[in-house]
Each structure stands twice: as C-alpha cells, then as structure tokens.
C-alpha cells in the first residue's frame, strides 16, 4: 500500500486531476485530501442528534481508523434508537440495488463512538476492546447502551475503500445490555491463538461466514497468532480479507478443467457499468477502471482517466496499486462463481465509472455488482473477435482503448499455446 503522509500539505495545494483520479483520497500529497474535505462538510439532510447518551439495536458493526497509525480510533457504531433491522444499516451485502440516497441515509444514522487506541492493544485487550470484539464477533444485532463526552458532530463521511462514515464523538462508556450472538466456528477460532490470521479467515470462510463478517473480526484484532494480533484499519481489513481468500480459492480452481467458450456477464448500479469477459484458457485477471469526466474523482478531467492491474497464472507479488481495493474485490466476485462451476478461466473486467457516481461508497459495490453480474444471464460466444465485437456495442468507450490497455488481452491475441496448433 502507498505509505502514509508524514506532513501537512500547504493550504494552497491542489493536485493535478490526474493525481486525484489515481490517487482517489489515499493520501498522496499529505494527510488531507482537499476533495474528501471539500465534500466532508455538514450535511443538511443529516439529523441532527442532541443526546450524549442514547440505547440502540447496534448492528455488529464496528470501524478502525487509519489516520495517526499505529495510534489510531476504534469506534463501535449505533444507532440511536432501537431497531428491529439494525442489520441493514451496515450490511453490504444486502445492499446491491439500493438507491444511493437510502444507503446514505442507513449511514447516516450510525454514529461513531470513538476510542483512541494502540494497534497492539489486541494482545492484551482491555475492557472496552473485548466489548468491541464481542460486538464484531456477534452475528445478529446487539443491544448497547452508549454514552459519548459531547453531542456527535453532524458529519457524512466518505472513503473509495469503506461505506460511508455517519456522526461521530468521543466514547464515555459502553454497555452491552445482552449476550453477544457468536458463531461456534467464530468462537473457536477467536480462541485458538495458535492459528495464522489467514488460516482463520479461510476456514471461516468456508464456514459461509459473510466477507463483510470477516474484516471485521481482523480489524478488531481476533485473529491470528496471540503475539501477532493488533487492530487492522477497515479500509485496509476489507482488502486483507478479499486478498487473502481469493487467493485460497484461486489455488483451488486452478486444478478445474477451464470454460470452452467466451463468456460475458453485466451489471449496472450507481452508475458503475461492470462487463465481465471469461475465455477459455488457463486462470489470469486483467480489471480495467475507466473514470469519465464530471464522477467524483474525475470531476475536473477533460478525458477519460484508465486504471489498469493484471495478473497472469503465478499471481500478483505486489499490491495492485492502480485499481486498490477494487481488483481484489471484483477477483474475489469471479473467483467464487468459477468455484462454484468448478472451472478455471482467464477473466478480463471492463468498468466504466459515469459522472453520476458522485458520492464514493466503498470497494463492497464492486465486490457485489460483479457478483450480480456473474449471477445474470451469460452470452456465450465462439471466439474472441465475437465476445469483443458484442461488448463493443455495451461499453461507451471504443473497445479498441479497452484492448490497448489490457494485457491479458495483449497475451492472448499474440500469443499461441501449444493445444492452439491442434485445433
């Protein structure tokens, strides 16, 4: 990942808007992103909440910030009343769909009561860290009682990795006001403190414990070997666990036998059009971003900005540092169909981000529009030229960008394998 800024930027610096469409509020230029702060401000739809104590039905939701690491802010989140589906308010996988509007709205009513924190707190957690824990180990909503030092600043929040952040204030006190609802496999794996943290997560997962679930187990600290354990920023928690499983599943599939035809899947929402193109060769992923003039990274560009990460069948040996988040996520959305067909496939993405996204959501809608798209109907073609010659018609930019800028592409279109000569 891109370290973390060291100093302040000047107030007068604005970078190119280039920088900011590849950058996308990670924090290259300093330790403030002057869109995330221009667009941070107080909204008017936001309600505003007088009490500094309040009980609530709290989903089992929890944050970890990464500004100041290694000393950073762990906030358990609530809504002030009690709900019979606090689940909602922070379940991205119900969300697909959703108008964006209403997904503000669910977070919006969350508030953060933050606790500053070590990172290596977890090895001897504390009081108040084993009641975050339990929170995030909880599988149905938890009843809490929550005082906080002052009323909650009326703020909306936005990242490009996580969902939006609702109101925030500092914690007083927490108090559970019932017994935490864990899984057994959660519970056992909390308490092994022998297991490797990606050992956890992929038995875990194979248990059918929701990805969203998982990060943030790993973000509270309650994985991994009990020297090794310490609270993991969400943003970076969210990767960790779709990098990690992903590659798990990626190992499995490889001893499938692949597709035999060209495949393509689509899906739209929020204004993030995602084609997915499956050929019949051995695994490799190519993920393409086209950002549009007038989104909200790409507000001030006149052209079309592409990110572009790739691998081929040995994997990746460094983070995807164009694309970020977004190619594990969308990876893993692939990778869980294939494994579910019991195939293998090279997979090429092509996404176009239009001017109406304006408000980032986090690396859960495309995690979740790819799996909507591998879930639709799928249109098979005979050969390459037929699959491109059909997305053409799909995507707004000319396919020959598209194929200038992919490198699995490049691969396939010169490069023979040997069952090529037999055919």
């Known amino acids: 990942m891109h370290p973390l800024p060291t100093s302040a930027p000047s107030s007068d610096v604005k970078p190119s808007p280039e920088t900011c469409v590849k950058c996308r509020g990670r924090l290259w230029c300093g330790p403030i992103c002057w869109i995330l702060e221009k667009h941070q401000t107080k909204q008017q739809s936001l309600q505003q909440i007088n009490e500094k104590s309040f009980a609530g039905s709290s989903p089992p939701s929890v944050f970890v910030s990464h500004y100041g690491y290694p000393k950073v802010k762990m906030a358990p989140m609530a809504p002030t009343y009690f709900s019979e589906d606090a689940d909602l308010l922070d379940n991205p996988e119900r969300w697909f769909g959703t108008p964006l509007e209403t997904l503000v709205g669910y977070r919006t009513q969350l508030v953060r009561s933050n606790i500053p924190v070590s990172i290596h707190a977890a090895k001897d957690p504390g009081k108040e860290l084993q009641q975050v824990q339990e929170i995030a180990m909880s599988v149905k909503k938890l009843d809490v009682a ?6 909650p600043q009326a703020e909306l929040h936005f990242t490009d990795a996580a969902p939006p952040m609702g109101p925030q204030a500092p914690l007083k006190s927490l108090a559970l006001q019932e017994n935490p609802k864990i899984p057994q496999k959660v519970d056992y794996l909390v308490s092994d403190t022998h297991a490797k943290a990606a050992t956890a997560m992929n038995e875990l997962y ?37 990098d990690t499983i992903g590659k798990q599943e990626i190992e499995a599939l490889k001893d499938f036998p692949s597709i035999d035809q060209f495949h393509v899947f689509e899906s739209h929402y929020l204004d993030n059009h995602f084609f997915v193109l499956l050929l019949p060769r051995e695994w490799s992923f190519d993920i393409m971003e086209a950002y549009r003039p007038g989104g909200f990274w790409s507000k001030e560009m006149k052209g079309v900005h592409m990110s572009c990460d790739h691998e081929f069948y040995e994997g990746r040996k460094n983070y995807a540092e164009n694309v970020a988040g977004g190619y594990y996520a969308t990876r893993l959305a692939v990778v869980e169909y294939l494994h579910a067909q019991r195939k293998q496939a090279a997979c090429v993405i092509f996404r176009e981000i239009g001017p109406g996204y304006q408000q980032p959501m986090g690396v859960w809608q495309c995690r979740q529009n790819v799996r909507n ?15 491109l010659a059909h997305l053409a018609t799909k995507l707004s930019i000319p396919i020959d960008v598209w194929k200038k800028n992919s490198k699995l592409l490049d691969r396939v279109q010169h490069q023979k394998r040997i069952l090529d000569f037999f055919k």
Do not use: C
């Open 146 to 151: 929550i005082e906080l030092t002052k009323k």
């Open 206 to 242: 194979a248990d059918e414990i929701p990805v969203h679930h998982l990060y943030k187990l790993l973000s509270v600290g309650t994985l991994g070997e009990k020297d090794n354990r310490k609270l993991v920023p969400t943003r970076w928690a969210i990767t960790a666990v779709d």
């Open 373 to 387: 798209a591998m879930q639709s109907e799928k249109k098979e073609f005979d050969s390459l030229d037929a699959a």
